[in-house]
C-alpha cells in the first residue's frame, strides 16, 4: 500500500473522531464555546478543514507498526492532535498571529480574553480524549500516558518561554537554540510516535526507540524549516525569498551568522533592509558556513531519526513502511 | 482539636509539598519560566505568602473524615491548589485585573504572552501533580481523578465563557448566572471534596455525596458573595459600599433588580452615578426584593451543602468536626 493510499484511509478515520468526541461533550449554556473549537478546528460550515493531522497519523502508525489496533491507540491520537490545536490556540495570541490556515485566528475574532480561556478548554479536552485509553488499554497505559503528556506540555512550555525570551535578546546561544525548538517543535512528536507504541503494548526499548525517533524527526524538521525561511524557494514555500531575514527571526542560520560574521551583524542592525540587502544578508550567511552548519545539523538528526526507527522495526510491517516513507517524505524536502 | 488547630497544621503541610512538588521538576535552559511560577504562587524572596490554600484543605479534611490518610490524598491536594492557581493567572489576563494579593499579576510584569505560557505551563503541572496519585492510591484512582479534574476544567472554562458573554449583552436570565457561577466558582470545589474520598478509597455514594456537597459550598459561598458586595460592611469587606454596583457588576442582586425594578434599571444605565445613586440602587434592590431573593438563594444552597455533609458524615471523626466548623465559617459570614 502507497503512503498515499495509507494516509487517504487514515486522515478521514482521525477527523471522524475528533469531531465525534467534541461532539460528545456537554457544553451546557457554553454553546458559543463551542463555536469557537469548531471554527478553529476547521469545521465551521462553509470551510474547507485544515491541518494534515500529522501528529495523529505518526502515532497510529506508531501503533500499527507495533503490532496494535488503530482502534485501541485512536483515543491517545484524537488527545495528541487536540493537544497541538490547544497550543496554537495560545500560541496566536502570543506572537500576535492574525491567520492562521487562511482565515482569522481565535483572538482575531472572539478577542484575547475569550480566546485564552477556549485554548484552556481545549487543552482538556484534549486530555480528556487522551484518557479515553482507560477503556481500550486500561488504566495503567492510561495514566502513564497522561503523565508524558503533560511532561510533553511542560516542554512546550518550557520552549515557548525560551522562544519569546530571545526576542528580548541580543545574543542567544545555539544551544540555547536547540534546547528551544527541542521543547516547541520536538516535544509533541517525541509524545505522538512513543505513545502509539505505548497504546499497542510495546516493551520499554520499543516505547523509547520511538520517543527518540520522534524527538529527532521533530528537530530535523524544525532545522529544515529554518533552512528552508532563507534558502527555500518562494515558489514552493508560498513565502517571500528569505522571509525569515525580513522578520528578524532568530532563525538557526540568523544565530549563526550573528557569531560567524560581522557584515552579517551590521545588516542584521539595520532598520528598515530593502530587497537587495536582504539577499545579501542570504549571501553573507552562506559565505560564513551559516548554511553548511544548518544543512550539517539537519542531516546529523535527519540520520538519528531514521537509525532509531530501523532499530525499532528492522523488520517492517505495512504500517512501518508506511511510516519510513512519511519520515522520508517530511525530511526530504528541497532546500 | 479546634478548626484553628487543624488548619495550623495542615496549612504549613500543603505548603511544603507545594514548594516540594515545583521543586521537583526540570525547567531547564527556562528558569525565567520557573521564576514567574515562584512569584504567582508566593514564594518570592521578601513575599509573605499568598491565598489561604481553602480548597486543598478541603480535599485533606475530605480524605481523613472519610478515614484515609492525609499523605494518600496530598498529590490530588497540591494538584487541585495548583490548578487553582493556574486559573488565577489566565483569569488575571482575562479580566485584566493588574493586582492580586498585594502584588502585580503576572501579565502586568511580565506581559500576557509570557503569563498565558506561564498558566499553560501551570495547568500541566497541576495535572502531573494529581498524578502523583498513581504512587499513593494506584492507577484506577489515579485515572479517574484526572478525568474528574479535567471535566472540572471544562465546566471552568464554560463558567468563565458565560461570564465574558454577560459582559456583552443586555440581559442575563438568573438560570443562566447560576450556571456561570456553577463552573466559575463551585466546580472546582466540587472537585477539591470528592477527589479526598476518592484517595481514600470511599465508597461511590460518599464519593458523590461529597461531590454534591462541594458544588453546593460553592453556590451559597459565590452567592454570598454577591450579596457582600452590595450590602457588605466595608470595613469588613475592605471594599467600599455596594462596590459592585459601582462596578456595574452583573453579579445576582443586580439581575434580580434589572427585571424587578424599573427605576434601579433607569439608575444602572446611567453614566457615572455618583455616591448617592449608588446607595439609592442598593436601596431599590432591597425594596424590590432582589435582597430577599438573594438570601434565599444562599440559604438553600447552605442548607443543602449541610445536608449532604450530615447524609455523608453522619457521625464524624476530627476531620469531619473540622470540615463541617470549616463549611459553617465559610457559610455564615455576615452580610
Not at 215 to 236: C, H, K, R, S, T
Amino acid at each position: 500500500m502507497t503512503l498515499e493510499a495509507k494516509l487517504a484511509g487514515l486522515v478521514p478515520e482521525i477527523e471522524a473522531n475528533l469531531q465525534a468526541f467534541l461532539g460528545s461533550l456537554d457544553f451546557g449554556h457554553s454553546l458559543g464555546l463551542r463555536e469557537m473549537l469548531t471554527y478553529h478546528m476547521g469545521w465551521a460550515e462553509g470551510d474547507c478543514g485544515s491541518g494534515k493531522r500529522l501528529r495523529p497519523v505518526i502515532t497510529l502508525l506508531c501503533a500499527g507498526a507495533c503490532g496494535g489496533a488503530y482502534a485501541a491507540a485512536m483515543p491517545a491520537a484524537v488527545g495528541v492532535e487536540l493537544l497541538h490545536n490547544f497550543t496554537l490556540i495560545h500560541d496566536d495570541i502570543e506572537d500576535q498571529s492574525p491567520i492562521r490556515h487562511g482565515r482569522p485566528t481565535l483572538w482575531t475574532r472572539w478577542g484575547v480574553a475569550q480566546a485564552v480561556n477556549a485554548g484552556d478548554a481545549l487543552f482538556s479536552i484534549a486530555q480528556l480524549a487522551l484518557l479515553g485509553l482507560v477503556e481500550t488499554c486500561g488504566e495503567p497505559i492510561a495514566a502513564r500516558a497522561a503523565r508524558e503528556l503533560n511532561h510533553t506540555c511542560l516542554r512546550l512550555t518550557r520552549g515557548q518561554y525560551l522562544d519569546m525570551a530571545f526576542e528580548e535578546e541580543e545574543v542567544v546561544e545555539l544551544e540555547t537554540y536547540l534546547a528551544m525548538i527541542q521543547g516547541k517543535t520536538a516535544a509533541l512528536i517525541a509524545f505522538a510516535a512513543p505513545v502509539g507504541g505505548l497504546a499497542a503494548g510495546a516493551d520499554e526499548a520499543t516505547v523509547s526507540g520511538l520517543a527518540a525517533y520522534g524527538e529527532n524527526l521533530g528537530m530535523a524538521f524544525q532545522i529544515q524549516d529554518d533552512a528552508l525561511g532563507i534558502w527555500g524557494d518562494p515558489a514552493v514555500t508560498g513565502k517571500s525569498a528569505a522571509s525569515d531575514l525580513l522578520a528578524r527571526k532568530k532563525s538557526l542560520p540568523a544565530l549563526y551568522g550573528l557569531r560567524a560574521s560581522a557584515e552579517f551583524r551590521a545588516l542584521w542592525h539595520e532598520a528598515n533592509p530593502d530587497e537587495g540587502q536582504v539577499a545579501a544578508m542570504a549571501d553573507l550567511l552562506a559565505a560564513c558556513g551559516a548554511r553548511e552548519y544548518v544543512s550539517a545539523q539537519a542531516a546529523g538528526f535527519t540520520r538519528q531519526a531514521f537509525e532509531h526507527l530501523e532499530r525499532v522495526f528492522p523488520e517492517k510491517n505495512e504500517d512501518g513502511e508506511a511510516l519510513a516513507a512519511l519520515t522520508e517524505r517530511l525530511l526530504h524536502r528541497e532546500v
